[in-house]
């Protein structure tokens, strides 16, 4: 009986033993199941923060972007001011260019319209030259005429 008995208490704590691990067991599948619960809450958190983290980068990236742009349209302003002298300098060359070529031009011009004059003084010259050097020659050859006529008339008739 003391065998039975020892038995009894044995199978008694084994039973209770086995009850124990099979609350162990339900405890640690229901602490897996709020493990998972949990699990799932945090990842959707956390893809709740990336979004708004998200968010918030694109926001700043946009302002960021507009500051970017803004600070360019002002670097590009700040280059033409400084290129502003030069480009003044540049167009004053160019106008200085511009006029003295118009001074030649009319220098030019001003000379071409003289040489013309002079040229059709020269052939003025020349045409009332030429129309006494005919007119001379004109009466040179009459009065050569004349003499030779007279010689011819004086060779045929020695009284005269």
């Known amino acids: 009986m003391d065998h039975q008995l020892a038995m009894g208490k044995l199978a008694n ?3 209770m033993e086995e009850e124990r691990l099979k609350g162990c067991h339900d405890q640690a599948s229901v602490i897996e199941e709020d493990i998972a619960r949990l699990q799932r809450a945090t990842l959707a958190r956390a893809a709740d923060k990336k979004e708004a983290i998200d968010k918030k980068q694109a926001k ?4 960021l972007q ?11 302003r700040i280059k033409t001011l400084r290129e502003l002298p030069e480009m003044i300098q540049t167009y004053k060359e160019t106008e200085d260019q511009a006029v003295k070529l118009e001074f030649d031009t009319m220098q030019t011009e001003q000379e ?6 002079s040229q059709y ?6 045409k009332e030259r030429l129309f006494f050097l005919e007119k001379d020659l004109e009466r040179a050859r ?5 003499v030779s006529n007279r010689i011819a008339y004086s060779l045929r008739n020695p009284m005269f």
């Open 121 to 126: 003084l020269a052939a003025s010259n020349h």
């Open 66 to 76: 507009d500051q970017r742009d803004r600070a360019e349209a002002q670097a590009e």
């Open 60 to 63: 700043h990236d946009f302002n």
């Open 142 to 146: 009459s009065n050569n005429f004349r």
């Open 13 to 15: 704590e084994l039973h």
């Open 112 to 117: 071409t319209a003289e040489i013309r004059r």
